[in-house]
């Protein structure tokens, strides 16, 4: 690889941690290609990217930018693995993936400039999909003004009853 050639995958590495939210590095030694084919597929479904390079290629590219922490983990085969949308899915994918496949093993994350660790990463993989929460925050949405109605439906009812009830006793 030339000069050219390492100058312009600097660049292109750089620019896509510049859109990112999330990065995660992974070691993916003694991962056949064919796995890491499926990998790539299954990340690309989700607005993800996986991407290998050499670690000081990687070290130039994340300086300057909030993946800065993640330089410490850039050590032996390394692919970093780029969201620029959801933070949940591409931690869902790698960590059902890292327990189909052992050989792929997940050495850190970088979220908002925050350094993830395998667990915080595993922990952000159980997190329910952005989907799944704006369904949760729409069912509370809706449950809200549907307890009000409720409980103001409730008071004149409450009245009546107490009205009758006394009535009643009268009439006894």
């Known amino acids: 690889m030339n000069r050219n050639d390492k100058v312009s995958m600097v660049e292109q590495l750089n620019e896509r941690l510049a859109n990112a939210q999330i990065a995660i590095v992974t070691d993916y030694r003694g991962l056949t290609v064919s796995s890491f084919e499926e990998l790539r597929r299954e990340l690309k479904k989700s607005n993800a990217d996986i991407q290998v ?3 000081t290629l990687m070290r130039r590219a994340i300086e300057g930018t909030a993946f800065e922490p993640m330089t ?6 390394t692919a970093v693995t780029v969201s620029y949308e959801d933070p949940v899915t591409p931690a869902k994918i790698l960590t059902a993936f890292a327990k189909d ?14 350094a ?8 952000l993989s159980k997190l329910p999909s952005k989907e799944a ?6 069912a509370a949405l809706n449950a809200l003004p549907t307890k009000l109605v409720r409980t ?13 009830a006394v009535k009643d006793q009268k009439e006894q």
Request: charged letters at 20%; hydrophobic letters at 45%.
């Open 53 to 55: 390079a050499k670690n």
């Open 116 to 123: 993830l660790d395998c667990a915080e990463i595993e922990a």
């Open 133 to 138: 929460l704006l369904g949760q925050l729409a």
């Open 72 to 77: 410490e983990s850039l050590e032996g085969t």
């Open 101 to 114: 496949h052992p050989e792929l093993v997940i050495k850190m994350g970088c979220l908002d400039g925050k």
């Open 152 to 164: 103001l439906n409730a008071m004149p009812s409450n009245l009546v009853y107490a009205l009758t």
